[in-house]
Structures are given as C-alpha cells and as structure tokens.
C-alpha cells in the first residue's frame, strides 16, 4: 500500500528533527562540559576553605548552602553536561519550554544556542504541525465513520472542526495528562499527584515556570523526554483546534460573514439594477426583442419582418445578407457606445 504524502512528510520532519536534537546535544556537551568541571571545582574548593577557616559544622553549612537559590551553588546535585543532559538541554530550547536548570555559562555555548534557536525553533513548529495534522485526521476518520457505520447518518457530516475539537480536548484532558502526571509521580515520589499534574501541564504548554524541575536518575528517565514531545503535539494541536473552531463559529466569524452577506447582497442588487437599465440595441423595438431573447433564429426572423415592413427592398435576404446586416448593426450600436452583453450575443 503506498504511504500518503502527509505521512512521508510527517516521517521526514521528524527524522531530521531527531537529528538536529541529537547533533545539538553534542556540541552542547563538547562546548559546555570542560567548563563546567572546573567552575564546580572552584565552587567545592570555596566552600571547604570557608568551613575550615570559620570552623563550621556539616549542619550548619547544609543549612547555609540551601539558602543559596542557584543550583551551582546552592548544593552538590549538579547537572552536569553530559550526554542526556545535553540532549535535555536541547529539547527545552527547542521546544520554547526553558526550565533555566541547566544553562550555557561559556560565550560559545551561548552564541552556539542562539543560533542553535534560531533553526531549531522554526523546525520543532512545523514538526508538532505535521503531527498534529496527522492527530486530526485521524480522529476526522473517526468522527465520519462512526456517524456512518453506527449512526447511520448518509450525509457528510455537520461542524467536523468543532467534534475534531472536543474529541481532542477530552481525549488530552481526560487520558493523556492525567497518564503522563502519573508517570511523574512514579519517578517523583516527594511531589503530590496535584503537583505532577501541574508540572505536565506547564511542560506541554511550553510554559515552563521551573518551579518544579524534572530529575533524571538513570539513562532510561530520559526516554521521558520523547513521551513529552508526543504529548506536546497532543496539547498543540488542541490549541489549533480551539483555533479554528473560533475562526469559524467565534463572534468575529460572524461579523465577517454577516459583512461578506451583505455585501454580496449588494453587489446582486447594483447587478439587477443595471439590467433594468439597458437600453435597446438600435432603436427600433422588434431588434430589441430578438436581441433578449438571445438566440439567433429569431434574430433572422425579425430581421425578415424588418426589410418586409419597410418595403426597402422586394429581393429576399439572402444568407451573406442577414449577416452583413447584423455586423452593419453591431458597428452602429457600438459608436452609440451602448453596448449591452445578453447571452452569446453582443449588442
């Protein structure tokens, strides 16, 4: 069977997006890692020289290093820039999401980065837009079978947007969110299940507060991140839904058809108007009548009655003659400057 065109489109987006993440990753890690070991060595060997000299407890200095806010000072749970944590990096840039856990501190990293937005932003759009083009119709496909099959309606189906919509909406709100707050409460055991809830929503909308920061354990914690990037599609493509359904059905749609109506309106009334307005062909009331009625033998009749009325002429006219005296009248009908367009025939 051959693959459809949005499918191939959708498959060649998201493979060139998994190389551009992949590839950022490790410039990122090679930019960034050197540095970032010799800065936590600065920070650990400060903080050893301001135990020893004042003569500070392990309590007391855990409890002086959390009230420091930044993550690079405030305890020892580093992120470093290894490869999953570039990776991560990576998606949050690319993704607008921004959590601020884990930033560039070098000048290349953050020229690297801009640039690295730059492209990546524009790619990561048009990627969530093939997949949720992708999710709508196959939730359309959905809609107009089950119309069809179960409720055995012929028509098309009424306001496919609006059920395309709401058949997103629940299926987002009510299963994918609440299945994905869940397996962040597995991996996060001290936040509440309310808390998870609000850190998927955050994440997924590209909000992105960073007053809850996901923590990855192991390798297999960022396998998260991909879920996270399907589930960013889901919550996109609501967005786009609840878009169109008020372009279409919103208060501004109706005032722009309600306009486009009248004007329409309008422009049919100007249009009749300028129909009762037309003048006859030459003046002379049967050429007149022949000229509306838009068909050719009865322009040949009346030009009969006409050389019969008038007695100009007692030889019948003959074929060449009827025409010649149809251009004859065409020609003085246009240097009156009344020409007047009825069907085939131009008067």
């Not at 069977?1 to 990753?25: E, H, N, P, Q, V």
């Amino acid at each position: 069977m051959a693959i459809a065109d949005s499918s191939k489109l959708l498959l060649i987006r998201m493979t060139l997006f998994s190389i551009y993440a992949l590839l950022g990753a490790v410039i990122f890690q090679a930019i960034e890692s050197e540095p970032q070991m010799k800065e936590i060595d600065r920070v650990r060997a400060t903080r050893m020289e301001i135990l020893n000299r004042y003569n500070i407890t392990a309590e007391d200095a855990e409890k002086w290093m959390k009230t420091f806010a930044s993550t690079s000072m405030g305890n020892e749970d580093f992120l470093h820039w290894n490869y999953g944590n570039s990776f991560l990096f990576a998606m949050v840039v690319v993704t607008t999401i921004g959590y601020g856990n884990i930033v560039p501190k070098t000048v290349q990293g953050r020229l690297f980065c801009v640039l690295y937005a730059l492209i990546g932003i524009p790619g990561t759009c048009l990627t969530l837009k093939s997949i949720g083009d992708k999710i709508t119709e196959l939730f359309t496909k959905l809609i107009t079978n089950f119309e069809k099959r179960v409720l055995k309606r012929s028509h098309l189906t009424q306001k496919v947007e609006l059920k395309v919509a709401m058949t997103t909406i629940v299926v987002t709100v009510v299963c994918l969110l609440p299945l994905m707050a869940l397996l962040v409460y597995v991996r996060h055991k001290e936040w509440s299940y309310i808390e998870c809830f609000y850190f998927t929503f955050t994440t997924l909308s590209t909000i992105g507060f960073g007053d809850y920061l996901p923590q990855f354990k192991n390798n297999a914690d960022y396998s998260l991140v991909l879920l996270a990037f399907v589930g960013l599609a889901f919550v996109s493509s609501i967005f786009c839904s609840m878009n169109n359904v008020l372009e279409q059905y919103g208060p501004s749609a109706r005032v722009v058809r309600s306009l486009r109506e009248n004007s329409a309106k309008k422009s049919s009334e100007e249009k009749s108007s300028n129909n009762n307005e037309q003048l006859p062909c030459n003046g002379n009331e049967i050429m007149a009548e022949a000229c509306s009625d838009g068909k050719k033998g009865d322009l040949n009749n009346s030009l009969l009655k006409t050389g019969d009325s008038t007695k100009q002429d007692d030889v019948p006219i003959s074929g060449s003659g009827r025409n010649s005296f149809a251009e004859e009248t065409t020609m003085k009908s246009k240097k009156r400057e009344s020409s007047i367009s009825l069907g085939i025939f131009t008067c």
